[in-house]
């Protein structure tokens, strides 16, 4: 069994390698000091288990759950964390054990027992039927071969491309393999719909502006292209252009 380690505190990673050598049949695939991290390590590695601390910085291991959940072959999450206020959301992830520090040989052996016996279709179907949480902090895309975590905060819009979503935001753009409408589901506070095609951020809409076509445009602040709208979704925009 390949376990990857995934706590911000070196000195817990050491103490969970060392409990790991202890428990048998079971190989340490890596280390990671934060969700990014441990996101690009897995891909590289396909653990079958990862031990997961909840508090970190850049992206806490809740939501590194939800990311893994996306891989093709997700690994089995184990959580391993000194709080344990947060076991509900951990298991609403899917996880399928959750470890509070300090962490006891005994329970770990159990913890991987427990990992052994769950394959990765068998924690796809937990997570739907259990519901994973609502809202991401980032979108996670392969550029090249590695991955690419975007802020939800700092998309533009969102665009339908063929069975791709093409993710505008500050720092350009990215391919991501999410259905438009899974995306409005998740973040419809945040994102309108202006086309059957189209969801743009509410905070970067500028306005509305007419075509020599007659068409209807929105305008995102930032970008210098306009976005044409659709009549079905022109009269929602306009009262969302009013309230502004």
Not at 150 to 162: F, K, R, S
Not at 210 to 228: K, W
């Amino acid at each position: 069994m390949k376990v990857l380690i995934v706590d911000d505190e070196p000195l817990a990673r050491e103490r969970l390698a060392t409990l790991l050598r202890d428990c048998g049949n079971v190989e340490i695939a890596g280390e990671a000091g934060d969700g990014r991290t441990a996101l690009e390590a897995a891909a590289r590695t396909h653990p079958d288990v990862v031990l997961l601390d909840i508090r970190m910085p850049l992206m806490d291991g809740l939501e590194t759950a939800r990311h893994f959940a996306g891989f093709e072959k997700p690994p089995v999450i184990v959580f391993c964390t000194a709080y344990d206020e947060h076991a509900l959301a951990a298991f609403d992830t899917g996880a399928v054990d959750y470890l509070v520090k300090p962490v006891r040989v005994e329970r770990l052996r159990t913890a991987l027992e427990r990992a052994r016996r769950f394959s990765a279709e068998d924690v796809v179907r937990m997570e739907s039927a259990t519901g994973m949480p609502a809202r991401r902090g980032h979108l996670c895309a392969r550029v090249r071969g590695n991955l690419v975590l975007v802020p939800v905060a700092d998309i533009h819009y969102l665009l339908a491309e063929d069975k791709y979503v093409v993710v505008h935001h500050a720092k350009g753009e990215v391919l991501i393999e999410e259905s438009l409408k899974t995306l409005e589901d998740e973040f419809g506070e945040r994102f309108v719909r202006i086309h059957r095609n189209c969801l743009i951020a509410r905070d970067r809409l500028g306005g509305l502006v007419r075509a020599a076509d007659g068409s209807i445009h929105a305008q995102i602040d930032g970008v210098t292209a306009t976005l044409e709208v659709s009549r079905r979704n022109l009269p929602g925009l306009r009262k969302l252009v009013r309230s502004l």
